[in-house]
């Protein structure tokens, strides 16, 4: 591949190399992050026509909103909507099963906050409380752990490797992995669940040339009216912060092994 620029007003002609793109997955938590993930996904129809165009990117959206009414506003349509196997609803329709008796559940009762039982229901969101989010994941922690294992075996597929390179010319290294975390420290879905999250793409993915990246939607972008919003985003980014800088995370997923994690969460 060349390109022709002007140099002192000379037309001239330079060599301009590909440089290799990764297999990738984009995850997108909460509204916010599911709204971001339609929009990538506009973009790549536009340029590429059907997703399927191009299967070394995968798609992951996880929210405690089964209802999808903040996300894809004028945008959601056929072409881009999320596959089943791309979208993971971590919602509980009892969560006093698990919080009315946290003995049972000592791995949760670790971190929950005693006497919190505000939320009954969570289907249509997490009411702005972070534990409930992080309860969800809990909940679900088996349906993410293999829904990410599956977006890594498919983008690093050799096959879906060579139909890139031979539709669009772009040489894939599979031996590399790159992961984008979408999210909002704003309300309780995002803020609550992102470490938990990040922390399970290191683990799966230990061993692998891996690269994260978190995007954070902060608590400015919404109602800056709103005490809560931003509590949520200063507890979500002192988290961030201790984990940032030399601290494991220390956790027991409900698989029952004890994990000690190291940090920081995100490469970038």
Do not use: C
Not at 3 to 26: D, L, N
Not at 43 to 54: D, I, P, S, V
């Amino acid at each position: 591949m060349s390109e022709q620029i002007i140099i002192r007003g000379k037309v001239e002609a330079r060599e301009v190399k590909q440089a290799p793109v990764k297999p990738t997955i984009i995850i997108g938590i909460g509204g916010s992050g599911g709204d971001v993930l339609l929009r990538i996904r506009k973009r790549f129809f536009e340029k590429y026509g059907a997703l399927a165009q191009f299967p070394i990117v995968s798609y992951l959206w996880l929210d405690t909103d089964a209802t999808e009414k903040n996300v894809g506003a004028g945008i959601f349509t056929e072409h881009i909507a999320f596959a089943p196997s791309e979208k993971l609803m971590t919602t509980m329709a009892d969560t006093t099963r698990v919080t009315g008796d946290l003995n049972q559940y000592p791995h949760i009762k670790r971190w929950f906050y005693p006497g919190l039982t505000k939320l009954k229901t969570m289907t249509e969101g997490a009411g702005q409380i972070r534990a409930y989010s992080r309860l969800g994941f809990f909940e679900h922690y088996a349906k993410i752990r293999n829904a990410l294992i599956s977006a890594g075996q498919i983008v690093r597929n050799v096959e879906n490797i060579r139909t890139v390179h031979e539709r669009h010319h772009l040489d894939t290294n599979p031996d590399d992995l790159q992961v984008f975390v979408v999210f909002s420290i704003a309300g309780g879905t995002g803020s609550g669940m992102f470490l938990d999250l990040a922390f399970l793409v290191k683990d799966i993915f230990r061993g692998t040339a891996l690269t994260t990246i978190g995007a954070v939607l902060m608590p400015g972008l919404f109602n800056p009216h709103e005490d809560r919003i931003f509590a949520n985003g200063y507890a979500a980014l002192k988290e961030l912060e201790h984990y940032s800088y030399e601290n494991d995370f220390v956790v027991e997923w409900p698989d029952g092994v004890e994990r000690k994690i190291e940090g920081p969460p995100f490469t970038y």
